[in-house]
């Protein structure tokens, strides 16, 4: 390698090529070494530069080397296609992705309504002798206490006469009319039960006592105890429990005691039949009709009513 050092740069070689600290000695072969140091600051041009400008008698044709105006940067030395490339700044990019999106939704706020018009304003017209109806689209069933006897065609209802629809009452047979229930999922812990009085059941979990659960629930220990038939002192961990939230009076309340369904399903007037109850008394008491099927796994809560002296 020191055999093609040039301590002395004879006139073939670029005056401004030479080793990093000394621009009097340079590398007679294209060498990382050789630095132009035209350049600010200075560094090695590419081999190829070296081999066709630098090292030979027409450095004169350098373009870094013909330049006095302007210091020269290190890319004009570099390898690299003829054609430099411009980039296009982030920003730009940014700005014209912005420009499209909102061109894209303006054109589909525009276009939309063209291939998705809304459906037409179905309207009525008063008959004679009937009040102004309202606007009732055919495919619902208006229903309220005092409404317009409505005949459906085949784009509107029209009105033809005026209706009071009487509440139905249920015939009494001396026992509080039980509300009609709805088909409804089943119980399970922490479902609400119940229509006058709600209850939900709790599983105790280690370190509950009956103050804790009943201050989480905004009820009282006794309201606990009056709601849990034949409950014993001492809780244990996954003992489940009836709690009546937010109920901190519980006069006159009929104790009851849990029931998970396992086995197989029993109807409202089978479980009855079993603990000596009216269907009736089991059914308003979980919100079930008397002919409700008790499915496996659903929660059940049992009216523990004492018996009637003979």
């Known amino acids: ?11 073939n070689i670029c005056p401004y090529i030479g080793l990093s600290s000394d621009v009097q000695t340079a590398m007679e072969n294209p060498s990382p070494q050789n630095y132009c140091h035209k350049v600010k600051p200075s560094s090695p041009p590419s081999l190829t530069h070296q081999r066709e400008f630098c090292l030979n008698l027409i450095y004169t044709n350098c ?11 290190l890319s004009e030395l570099a390898e690299e296609s003829p054609k430099s490339h411009k980039r296009i700044p982030g920003r730009l990019w940014l700005l014209m992705g912005i420009v499209l999106l909102g061109a894209m939704i303006v054109a589909g706020v525009v276009i939309y309504p063209w291939f998705f018009p809304p459906p037409p304003e ?5 008959t004679a002798g009937t009040v102004p109806a309202v606007i009732i689209p055919v495919d619902e069933t208006p229903t309220q206490e005092m409404v317009e006897i409505l005949v459906p065609t085949d784009q509107v ?8 629809i009487e509440p139905q009452v249920q015939p009494t047979t001396g026992l509080t009319p039980i509300p009609a229930f709805t088909e409804a ?9 119940g229509v006058e009085r709600v ?4 599983r105790v979990t280690a370190g509950e006592d009956l103050i804790a659960i009943a201050d989480k629930y905004q009820t009282s220990v006794e309201a606990i105890r009056a709601a849990n ?3 014993t002192l001492e809780l244990w961990v996954d003992t489940v429990i009836i709690i009546p939230p937010n109920q901190a009076d519980m006069t006159d309340i009929t104790p009851m005691t849990p029931l998970e369904i396992t086995g197989n399903e029993k109807s409202v007037q089978e479980l009855a039949a079993e603990y000596g109850i009216s269907p009736e008394l089991l059914g308003a008491v979980n919100a079930r009709s008397t002919e409700y099927r008790f499915q496996i796994g659903e929660w059940v809560i049992i009216p523990r009513v004492a018996p009637s002296p003979t």
């Not at 390698?1 to 006139?11: G, P, R, S």
């Open 63 to 73: 373009r870094v080397f013909s330049t006095e105006i302007r210091k020269p940067r």
């Open 1 to 11: 390698m020191n055999n093609n050092l040039l301590n002395q740069k004879n006139e």
């Open 157 to 164: 209802w029209v009105a033809e006469s005026t209706l009071i």
């Open 185 to 193: 999922p089943p119980h399970l812990l922490l479902t609400p039960f």
């Open 199 to 202: 209850f939900l059941l709790h």
């Open 229 to 231: 038939y034949n409950m």
């Open 122 to 126: 179905k309207v009525i017209t008063p």
